[in-house]
């Protein structure tokens, strides 16, 4: 097996064609919409949701067999089709256009491969296994899902947020700093969606002197909730 290189793609306004219209091409038309991509979907049959999406003018369909010539334009390309001959045809016609492939559960055929994915927001933690074990991809996200809340989203937005006002008032915070302010007592407020005061929280901790164990002990809220 290849040794994949890791990356995440930007693939907003970029015109992607998914070959396939059953319940697989179908997560992959939605991953790409969710990523912001202009998606070109070929296929004589799709599901319901493929073919509402059509409708709405939401991606491009064309009702029919792939034919050579359909990934022209494109900028990445996804065979999702029980058809060997069809996507090993679509594997070539990308090679020949230098546009990345991946076909669906075929690792040989393809230039990329999708990890299996947690979303919390900004947040996007991407478990691959080279293609050897999807079962096992899948085994570790759900770990992942466990570990890595829903309140890391808001964690997220709260992080952003204190970087932009570092930045307004010219100041910058170590990485060992932002470690030691990235705490269980922050998440908690988060998780309590007390936002607000986390923001406030993480500030000041960040603009605050002194070391580790300074930190430490302002790391608490005291027991009404108010931040330090």
């Given at each position: 097996?290849?040794s994949?290189y890791?990356?995440?793609?930007?693939?907003?306004d970029r015109?992607?064609?998914v070959?396939g219209?059953?319940?697989?091409?179908?997560?992959?038309?939605?991953?790409?919409?969710?990523c912001?991509?202009?998606?070109?979907?070929?296929s004589?049959d799709v599901?319901?949701t493929?073919?509402?999406?059509?409708?709405?003018?939401a991606?491009?369909?064309?009702?029919?067999?792939y034919?050579?010539?359909?990934?022209?334009?494109?900028?990445?390309?996804?065979a999702?089709t029980?058809?060997?001959a069809?996507?090993?045809?679509?594997?070539?016609?990308?090679e020949?256009?230098g546009?990345?492939v991946?076909?669906v559960?075929?690792s040989?055929l393809?230039s990329?491969?999708?990890?299996?994915?947690?979303?919390?927001?900004?947040?996007?933690?991407a478990?691959?296994t080279?293609g050897v074990?999807?079962?096992?991809a899948?085994?570790?996200?759900?770990k992942?899902?466990?570990?890595?809340?829903?309140?890391y989203?808001?964690l997220?937005?709260?992080?952003?947020?204190?970087?932009k006002a570092?930045?307004?008032?010219?100041?910058?915070?170590?990485p060992?700093?932002?470690?030691?302010?990235?705490?269980?007592?922050?998440?908690e407020l988060?998780r309590?969606?007390?936002?607000?005061?986390?923001?406030?929280?993480l500030?000041?901790?960040?603009?605050?002197e002194?070391?580790r164990?300074?930190?430490?002990a302002?790391?608490r809220?005291?027991p009404t909730?108010?931040?330090p």
């Amino acid at each position: 097996m290849p040794s994949y290189y890791p990356v995440f793609l930007n693939l907003q306004d970029r015109r992607c064609v998914v070959i396939g219209g059953g319940d697989v091409a179908e997560r992959k038309v939605l991953a790409l919409r969710d990523c912001g991509a202009r998606v070109t979907l070929v296929s004589p049959d799709v599901t319901p949701t493929l073919q509402r999406l059509a409708d709405e003018n939401a991606l491009e369909l064309r009702r029919r067999a792939y034919q050579a010539g359909d990934l022209a334009g494109a900028w990445l390309a996804i065979a999702a089709t029980d058809d060997t001959a069809v996507n090993q045809a679509v594997q070539r016609e990308a090679e020949e256009r230098g546009i990345f492939v991946n076909v669906v559960d075929v690792s040989p055929l393809c230039s990329f491969i999708a990890p299996s994915i947690v979303r919390r927001g900004e947040i996007t933690l991407a478990v691959s296994t080279g293609g050897v074990g999807p079962a096992l991809a899948r085994h570790i996200r759900e770990k992942l899902e466990r570990v890595v809340g829903p309140e890391y989203a808001g964690l997220a937005r709260v992080v952003a947020d204190a970087r932009k006002a570092l930045h307004a008032r010219g100041k910058r915070a170590s990485p060992e700093r932002w470690r030691e302010c990235l705490n269980d007592s922050l998440l908690e407020l988060v998780r309590q969606e007390r936002l607000d005061e986390a923001r406030d929280y993480l500030l000041q901790n960040l603009l605050r002197e002194g070391g580790r164990s300074r930190m430490a002990a302002s790391a608490r809220p005291g027991p009404t909730g108010d931040t330090p």
